[in-house]
Structures are given as structure tokens and as C-alpha cells.
T-cell receptor
Framework: AQTVTQSQPEMSVQEAETVTLSCTYDTSESDYYLFWYKQPPSRQMILVIRQEAYKQQNATENRFSVNFQKAAKSFSLKISDSQLGDAAMYFC????????????FGKGTLLTVNP | KAGVTQTPRYLIKTRGQQVTLSCSPISGHRSVSWYQQTPGQGLQFLFEYFSETQRNKGNFPGRFSGRQFSNSRSEMNVSTLELGDSALYLC?????????????FGQGTRLTVV
């Protein structure tokens, strides 16, 4: 069974600075997707960034980028120029490629942004 | 394009009762997945429906069931409610096939069992 581990229950960052959230996963599959979701107090889960395992290039979305290390099964999220609106719970998630839309989530990291 | 709509947003039920939650996916999406979110267990997958068929199921007791209608709207039912069923129930909508892999979530239904 696939598992996703987020080892940092809480993180904090100063506004305008950079923070990195960690995620490791375990799978025997070679083709899969990895995601970072953000859940603000409104509870709406919002997709931040997506990485396809067969792509070596790390995904980037504006201030958000990932460091995907397939051999190490590591998938960290870097947030640059942190903003107050980035404060939220962040979840790392895994999905096997194919007709299986089941997402396996980590426990989450609560990110606080200090002004 | 309208997002994923879950109703109701909040629900209070008594132990032993049953409850039905509803999810309307994004237009054109044929896959609907359900997740239970609790402080202790985190986000756990309940089941996924695609074109009215259950395609995948998580490790939950038979008291948890679901269905999907021809318009892709989905309902989730929990019978004989227990205190431990108190949770945020999230629904996710996806195309269900093809290269687009994104799942879009609704705002959830907060269920409290007393």
C-alpha cells in the first residue's frame, strides 16, 4: 500500500521569506502523480502544484516549486516570497497513474506566516 | 464554470440515525470521490464513482455507502451513526479518464454526531 509522510506538523515563516515543506512517500509503482494541496480555514482544498513521476523536470507554479527526487521518494514544496495568504494546512498527496482516482494524503503541515 | 457543490454544509445528527450527503461535480466531470477528514486520522479515502459505478473503495465499514446518478451527482450515506463518524466529508470531482489528473474539491460537509 502507498503511504505519504509529512514529518513537519507545523512550520512558520516570515512574510517575504522562503519556506520548504517536506514530503516522502512509499510506493512500488513506477508511474504516478504527486500533488500539493492547500487547505485554508475555509476548508476548501486547493491544488497548489502537480508533478508527474515520469517527468524529471521539477514543476513550478509562480512562487511555488517542488524538488522531486524519485529515487529517494521525496517531494518537497518550496514557497518563495511567502505571503500572509499562504497561511494554511498543506497536504502532500499521491495518486497512482491509471483509472484510479484515489488520492493518498499525508497528515499535513500547518504553515503560519508571520508579518 | 461552477465548482464542486456539497450540501448541506453543516449537519448535526444523533447517534444511531442515518445521514445522506450530496455532491454535485464540475460539469463534464464523471468521477466523484469521497474523503473523510478527522483530526486524528487525517484525510481518508472512502470511495470513488465513475459513470454510476463504484470504481474504488477505501477501508470503511459497510455503514458507509454511496451512489452516483446519471448526471454524475453523487450521494454518500452513513447508517447507524456513531460518535466517531463526526468529521468533515469532502467530495472531489475529476474528469475520470484521460491525461487530466486534477481533482477539484468541494467545501465539505461538517457532520457532527451527538
Amino acid at each position: 500500500a502507498q503511504t505519504v509522510t509529512q514529518s513537519q506538523p507545523e512550520m512558520s515563516v516570515q512574510e517575504a521569506e522562503t519556506v520548504t515543506l517536506s514530503c516522502t512517500y512509499d510506493t512500488s509503482e513506477s508511474d504516478y502523480y504527486l500533488f500539493w494541496y492547500k487547505q485554508p480555514p475555509s476548508r476548501q482544498m486547493i491544488l497548489v502544484i502537480r508533478q508527474e513521476a515520469y517527468k524529471q523536470q521539477n514543476a513550478t507554479e509562480n512562487r511555488f516549486s517542488v524538488n522531486f527526487q524519485k529515487a529517494a521518494k521525496s517531494f518537497s514544496l518550496k514557497i518563495s516570497d511567502s505571503q500572509l495568504g499562504d497561511a494554511a494546512m498543506y497536504f502532500c498527496a499521491y495518486r497512482r497513474r491509471g483509472s484510479n482516482y484515489k488520492l493518498t494524503f499525508g497528515k499535513g503541515t500547518l504553515l503560519t506566516v508571520n508579518p | 464554470k461552477a465548482g464542486v457543490t456539497q450540501t448541506p454544509r453543516y449537519l448535526i445528527k444523533t447517534r444511531g440515525q442515518q445521514v445522506t450527503l450530496s455532491c454535485s461535480p464540475i460539469s463534464g466531470h464523471r468521477s466523484v470521490s469521497w474523503y473523510q477528514q478527522t483530526p486524528g486520522q487525517g484525510l481518508q479515502f472512502l470511495f470513488e464513482y465513475f459513470s454510476e459505478t463504484q470504481r474504488n473503495k477505501g477501508n470503511f465499514p459497510g455503514r458507509f455507502s454511496g451512489r452516483q446518478f446519471s448526471n454524475s451527482r453523487s450521494e454518500m450515506n452513513v447508517s447507524t451513526l456513531e460518535l466517531g463518524d463526526s468529521a468533515l466529508y469532502l467530495c472531489a470531482s475529476s474528469p475520470g479518464q484521460g491525461p487530466n489528473t486534477e481533482a477539484f474539491f468541494g467545501q465539505g460537509t461538517r457532520l457532527t454526531v451527538v
